[in-house]
């Protein structure tokens, strides 16, 4: 398994959960690391991303709520979302991209919201 996603669960809105995403040693020339979420019947969509020495972006709808953030050693990614509402309900899936053009996904985790 060359990422592997976990932290989704249930929770009430308002609040918060951390998913965290380790990425295999074997992958080389990360340049991007990123997570995506996809609810039922919509298309996937780009939620946070770090970008080289950790340049981060994030979709509208979860800034100020949402980080994204890694841990060297432990070769992870994490997202650490706060201030959760049903709209969050998604699966998440992490990825990261490569110098040389090769992208990666992890299994996907799912986060239910309930209100």
């Known amino acids: 398994v060359q990422l592997q996603a976990s932290g989704g669960g249930l929770v009430q809105a308002g609040g918060s959960l951390r998913l965290s995403c380790t990425v295999s040693?074997?992958?080389?020339?990360?340049?991007?690391r990123a997570w995506y979420r996809q609810a039922p019947g919509k298309e996937r969509e780009l939620v946070a991303e770090?970008?080289?020495?950790?340049?981060?972006n994030y979709g509208d709808s979860v800034k100020g709520r949402f980080t994204i953030s890694r841990d060297i050693a432990k070769n992870t990614v994490y997202l650490q979302m706060n201030s959760l509402n049903p709209e969050d309900t998604a699966v998440y899936y992490c990825?990261?991209?490569?110098?040389?053009?090769?992208?990666?996904w992890g299994q996907g985790t799912q986060v239910t919201v309930s209100s």
């Open positions: 990825n990261v991209k490569t110098a040389y053009g090769r992208r990666y």
């Open positions: 770090m970008v080289g020495g950790g340049l981060t």
């Open positions: 040693r074997n992958i080389s020339g990360i340049n991007a």
